[in-house]
């Protein structure tokens, strides 16, 4: 995903979540003076309440569960595994989190791309294959085939610089 998509889906999320809150506070209050009044729910308003909370629900869920979503960044690195069968590509990029780094695993023989490393206050990570299916980028062992790290979910990590490329 390009850097600007990324920003624009960004605040799109931050605008559609702040609208829905807004348009949910209104909804409590249609509905206590509906109530009071003794007349039935707004249910237009009651839908479009519903469709925002999941479009909200959605961006949110991509904007802090999937790596896939985001931006590509500039490419650092390719680092091919021993058996090569695998690629690793490093990128940097800056954007909403700050100066940031991801590697992405390739499976050269169908060319899938799945991203594996998601990390702050990074920008050029050191690469290392320790065995066929297992990598070590900056700090982190990771397991190619079921392993990813997001230094988002990491509350133990002290946040320091990981090692960085020479």
Known sequence: MNDTLYQVLF???FIISLTTIITFIILVIRIIISRSRGRSLPQKHLFYSIILLILSLILGYNQYFNLEYLPSGVLN????????K?????YHFDGIY???????LINLSNGDEKTIY??????DPKVEWLSDDKVKIG????NIHKDTY???WDFESS????????
Do not use: C, W
């Open 11 to 13: 605040f799109m999320f």
């Open 77 to 84: 690195a390719t680092i091919t595994s021993p058996n090569e």
């Open 86 to 90: 695998y690629v690793i590509k490093t």
């Open 98 to 104: 700050g100066d940031n780094a991801k590697a992405v």
């Open 118 to 123: 998601f990390n702050h206050s990074d920008y």
């Open 139 to 142: 700090v982190e062992k990771l």
């Open 150 to 152: 997001d230094y988002r």
């Open 159 to 166: 946040r320091t610089l990981p090692p960085q490329r020479s």
